[in-house]
């Protein structure tokens, strides 16, 4: 079982950066895959960024891409995202998740959420 605390969610304004940080407990850190989400209200939960096991491998919603960082310290058993440029169309509850493959139906453990809200 592995438990999973987001931080570092706020307000910001537009054009302003985030990083939010994603704690996991538990055994074996390095054997999951991470994931970060976001559920703006209204909206069905999307993936924003995802990264391998070894941080070889990262993948980003289209939306983000070249704005948002996923990245991990496996030493640290924490996950992060960097999130520049940020837009108001950005806010919305930021979950983390630890899978099994980088597919959305295979996370499997995930955070409480931290809120991110972007002002224009």
């Known amino acids: 079982q592995v438990q999973l605390v987001e931080s570092g969610g706020g307000l910001v304004q537009a054009g302003g950066s985030l990083t939010l940080s994603c704690a996991a407990s538990?055994?074996?850190?390095?054997?999951?895959?991470m994931g970060w989400f976001r559920q703006a209200p209204g909206k069905e939960r999307e993936i924003v960024a995802a990264?391998?096991?070894?941080?070889?491998?990262?993948d980003y919603a289209d939306s983000v891409k070249g704005r948002f960082t996923i990245s991990r310290d496996n030493a640290k058993n924490t996950a992060y995202l960097r999130m520049n440029s940020l837009k108001p169309e950005d806010t919305a509850v930021y979950y983390c998740?630890?899978?099994?493959?980088?597919?959305?139906?295979?996370?499997?453990?995930w955070g409480q959420g931290t809120q991110v809200t972007v002002s224009s």
């Open positions: 998740a630890a899978g099994l493959a980088m597919r959305v139906d295979l996370y499997k453990y």
């Open positions: 538990g055994p074996s850190f390095n054997s999951y895959v």
């Open positions: 990264i391998s096991r070894g941080a070889s491998t990262t």
